[in-house]
């Protein structure tokens, strides 16, 4: 096994051949880490790690609604099935991420409640 435990895609973990797909899902574990401070898949046990990017179930809790695209990167980086994670390709091409001037869609308050909405619960 080789690289930092937190950023493992669940392939390197099952002992499976590296790709440049293995690369995109640290990506995506690196920008979810920098939208929310935390990391999507962790524990105090390496074989609880290991369980967790398996299972691959991570909730996002963040203050503030991100924006459609922003969430489809980070989606689209952490898909377990590394046939079906977003490409390198399919990245460069989200204006997301270069456009200067770009103004993302912004999810409902349905979907993901501000923190004025959450202060009523």
Request: hydrophobic content about 30%; aromatic content about 12%; charged content about 20%.
């Amino acid at each position: 096994m080789c690289g930092t435990p937190l950023y493992m895609s669940p392939q390197i973990v099952d002992d499976q051949r590296y790709t440049y797909k293995t690369d995109i899902w640290s990506l995506g574990v690196i920008y979810y880490e920098l939208l929310t401070g935390k990391y999507p898949f962790h524990a105090e046990k390496m074989k609880d790690l290991e369980r967790n990017l398996k299972n691959g179930f991570y909730v996002m809790q963040l203050p503030y609604r991100p924006s459609v695209e922003c969430l489809h990167i980070i989606t689209g980086c952490l898909n377990q099935n590394e046939d079906e994670r977003i490409s390198i390709e399919e990245l460069s091409e989200l204006p997301y991420l270069y456009e200067v001037g770009y103004m993302p869609l912004y999810l409902n308050e349905a979907v993901n409640p501000t923190p004025d909405s959450l202060a009523d619960c």
